[in-house]
C-alpha cells in the first residue's frame, strides 16, 4: 500500500501537464476576493530535488522539466501558460541551478493569499513525515494544514468550505486498482456535498481498461449533474511493447497522461489549447506524439 514514492516521478512529462493544468486553473480562481479553500488528496512529500536517489534512479525528470530548460527548447517564446509553470519551478531555484521540483502543495501555497486555506492528504508516513516538516519551514500557521488520512475519505468534511469556494485536486497513484472505482465515487460524493467547486483530477492513460474509463465515468457524471467540464490528454511516446538491446521485452513506462476538470475557470480551455503544441513538440519521445482536448456542460 505506501510502496508508491512520487520523488521517482517528480518533474516527469505528468507532472508538467498537470501542474500546468494546476497553476492556470488556481491563478483564474484567486482573482475573486472571496477566499478559497484548497484540497489536495494525494499530497506526497511537497519539495523533491532532482538530483536526489529517487529522481536520479528513474531519469523522469530528463523526459519532462529538463527538457523544457534545455537547449531543445530553443529561443521561441513558450506559451504563456506553459511558461507560467517554467516560471513557478524557476522560483524555488537559484538562476544557477534546478535542483528543487515543487510538488502541488508547494506551489498551491505560493499562489494563495493569506485568506486561502489549504487542506493537504498523506497516507505515506515517510512523505507525510517530510511533508509536515516542508510546510513548517513556511511559517504559515494554520493557513496549510497536513492531514496523515485518507484523502478520498478525508476531503468529506470540508466540503461545503466556510467561504462557499473550493478546488479540489485529486491525484493519486492508481498502483491499487480499486483507486480508479474511488475516485469516481469521491467526485461524485463532493458534487453532492459541493455542487460549485472545482474538481481537477489526473489520471494516467495506460494499456489498462480501467485506466480509459476514468475520464468517460468523470465526462458521465459531470453531464449528469449538469456541469461543465474540460478533458486534456497528453501522449509522449507509444504505449506498445518493445524490446531493449538485449531482445527483453520491455513496458515504455509512463506513455500518456491526462485531466478531467469540473466546474473549471472558462479561461482553461484557451490556455490549454496555447500550451499542449508546445507540449507535444519538447516532450514527445516519438512520433506517436499528440494532445487531445475536449469539454462539455
Excluded at 474509463?213 to 449528469?224: E, G, Q, S, V, W
Excluded at 501522449?235 to 538485449?246: I, M, P, R
Aim: with cysteine.
Amino acid at each position: 500500500m505506501f510502496s508508491y514514492r512520487h520523488a521517482f516521478h517528480a518533474g516527469n512529462h505528468a507532472d508538467v501537464l498537470k501542474h500546468t493544468v494546476l497553476i492556470a486553473t488556481l491563478r483564474h480562481l484567486i482573482e475573486k476576493d472571496t477566499a478559497l479553500t484548497v484540497l489536495d488528496t494525494h499530497a506526497g512529500a511537497g519539495l523533491y530535488r532532482l538530483d536526489g536517489d529517487y529522481a536520479e534512479t528513474s531519469g523522469e525528470s530528463t523526459q519532462g522539466i529538463k527538457k523544457l530548460l534545455g537547449p531543445q527548447a530553443g529561443s521561441t517564446a513558450l506559451a504563456p501558460p506553459l511558461q507560467a509553470y517554467l516560471d513557478m519551478v524557476a522560483s524555488f531555484n537559484s538562476k544557477a541551478s534546478q535542483k528543487i521540483y515543487p510538488g502541488s502543495p508547494f506551489i498551491i501555497q505560493r499562489l494563495m493569499r493569506e485568506r486561502d486555506k489549504l487542506k493537504l492528504f498523506e497516507l505515506h508516513p515517510t512523505d507525510a513525515k517530510t511533508l509536515a516538516a516542508n510546510i513548517a519551514q513556511l511559517e504559515v500557521g494554520r493557513q496549510v494544514a497536513v492531514l496523515r488520512e485518507d484523502g478520498f475519505e478525508g476531503v468529506k468534511k470540508f466540503l461545503p468550505p466556510p467561504a462557499r469556494r473550493a478546488l479540489l485536486l485529486c491525484d493519486p497513484s492508481y498502483e491499487i486498482k480499486s483507486d480508479y472505482g474511488r475516485v469516481v465515487d469521491m467526485v461524485a460524493d463532493a458534487l453532492r456535498r459541493f455542487a460549485t467547486g472545482s474538481y481537477l483530477v489526473w489520471y494516467p492513460l495506460i494499456p489498462r481498461p480501467e485506466a480509459h474509463d476514468l475520464p468517460r465515468k468523470l465526462k458521465t457524471l459531470a453531464n449528469k449533474c449538469g456541469k461543465s467540464w474540460l478533458n486534456v490528454a497528453l501522449t509522449v511516446k507509444s504505449s506498445k511493447l518493445h524490446a531493449n538491446e538485449d531482445g527483453e521485452t520491455q513496458r515504455p513506462g509512463l506513455p500518456a497522461s491526462g485531466m478531467f476538470a469540473i466546474n473549471p475557470p472558462y479561461t482553461l480551455k484557451a490556455a490549454m489549447q496555447e500550451a499542449l503544441p508546445d507540449m507535444v513538440r519538447l516532450l514527445g519521445q516519438d512520433q506517436h506524439a499528440s494532445s487531445f482536448i475536449e469539454s462539455g456542460g
